[in-house]
């Protein structure tokens, strides 16, 4: 394995196991020998940090183009999990300490933009916690709403400890105006994470907002 591979999962090992987002980064070909990606996707690589043993870190790989899903893997490169079968994903995020049946768990977020759902994972076993997944924008109107994409995740963190997860994402209705929505990520009591939607604008206008500051301005840029 090359210098620049230990050297890039080495510095991925500092994070916090606080709730944070990490950006997309590419680490180079990523495969085996029986178990191929195809059709690899430069820059669609995350890293999940083990909270305590660096040797134990996986690496994330989507697949947009050929069975649509994702190959994950460990440090040594070997193939140790994959889900396949998805449709239309685009981007992906994780996070660290979601509150689940009282529990903090960490988790893989994505969007299916073919079925116009939201997806979240658990972490480190890529299981599906979503119910098959989480619509977003259909309560909001019956236009027809398409393209539907996760900008990123938001963390808003309280000075008494308490933190709340939300999941940015941009759809288009039948006018093409791209509007853009926050969805907090929560609990449903029954095993599973369900979103709620804090507000929605114009892609143009839009402004986070979190308990502490009200409306905020959000800018991408500053993702970790």
Partial sequence: MSNKFYSFLSCFALLSTAVLFVSCNQIGSLSSATDKVENTTQGMYKIWNHPTDSQKNLIIKMDKQ???GFYVYDVN???INKHLGLQGIENMALAYGLELQGHKIDVL???EKDRNVLRVFRMPDLVPIDVRGIKVFAQLSKQGWHDLALVNLHA???TNGEQKLYAIVDGKDNTAITYRAQYELIDNG???IEAKLVHKSNKEDFVVYTEQNGLEQYIVSNQK
């Fill in 156 to 158: 808003d963190k309280h």
């Fill in 77 to 79: 490169e070997n193939l």
């Fill in 109 to 111: 977020v994505f969007a």
């Fill in 66 to 68: 050929g069975k649509e």
């Fill in 190 to 192: 029954r095993g599973s």
